[in-house]
């Protein structure tokens, strides 16, 4: 590669790690004016957040493990997603049986739009997470221990979601009973369906995506950050500003089983 070719592709990336950077302070601000704003003035700042979310993961991808790395994430997370969400809201599996509201904005086969890319910007930072946690813990970091990792950072941060969507109006279940213990109008048939979906989104892109042997610089892209923000904001939220104190204590447990020591990860990475 000619030094000047090299010279624009560190461009590119500077490019890319720069608007990565951005859609994730993007992500703060929008969620921190979502928590100040009237319950039914506040569609405008959940769609800004979880898309500017998206775009964050998507970059933070291309600036890990190349272009094709953020292909296979939206292929794999947004097209998983809203094939997932599709079967699911038609027949009930693998989730329950539940309808979206229609307050979610433009739709594809019933399902906001939005909800593919919330899949998005949440299966990159949890493989992030599977990565990260199964080296520190076994040293080779064998893939099922990274998918069971990763599956669990995704699926633990729906004990947060759903509730707050569920309460907001945008779905509702059929049948929310029976729920985990705190995370009440919410069933457990989803957390099952989300645990399938989860392992195979995140086995999926952990084959597709760069190498787990490869070191894994948690200095580099807001993803892991954004992380971290979604779980302590979340634990937050649900305790002081939307009624649900239970729900922010499981939902803290749960979701700190692999988010506190994510985190001892990322500080002494930036030390």
Not at 47 to 71: E, P, Y
Not at 141 to 157: E, F, K, M, Q, R
């Amino acid at each position: 590669m000619t030094s000047v070719s090299l010279s624009a592709v560190r461009s590119r990336t500077k490019v890319v790690s720069g608007t990565a950077w951005v859609c994730g302070l993007v992500v703060v601000v929008a969620q921190i004016i979502y928590s100040m704003t009237e319950p039914d003035a506040r569609l405008p700042m959940t769609l800004l957040s979880v898309a500017a979310f998206a775009v964050a993961s998507v970059c933070d991808a291309a600036v890990r493990f190349g272009r094709a790395a953020a292909v296979a994430l939206v292929v794999v997370a947004g097209g998983g997603g809203l094939l997932a969400e599709t079967v699911g809201v038609h027949t009930g599996f693998p989730f329950g049986q539940y309808d979206y509201t229609g307050t979610l904005g433009p739709a594809l086969w019933t399902v906001p739009l939005v909800v593919p890319l919330a899949w998005v910007m949440m299966s990159w930072p949890a493989l992030l997470v599977g990565r990260a946690l199964a080296r520190r813990w076994r040293g080779s970091a064998p893939a099922w221990l990274v998918v069971g990792i990763g599956a669990w950072a995704l699926v633990s941060w729906d004990l947060f979601l759903d509730p707050q969507m569920v309460d907001a109006g945008h779905w509702a279940w059929a049948h929310p009973e029976p729920a985990l213990p705190g995370i009440h109008d919410v069933p457990l048939t989803n957390f099952a369906g989300w645990i399938l979906v989860a392992t195979l989104m995140v086995a999926a892109l952990h084959r597709l995506v760069g190498s787990a042997g490869r070191e894994l610089d948690l200095r580099v892209g807001p993803a892991p950050v954004l992380y971290l923000w979604t779980f302590g904001s979340s634990v937050w939220a649900h305790a002081a500003f939307f009624g649900r104190p239970s729900g922010a204590l499981v939902g803290g447990l749960l979701m700190g089983l692999v988010a506190v020591p994510f985190a001892v990860e990322v500080w002494k990475a930036h030390r």
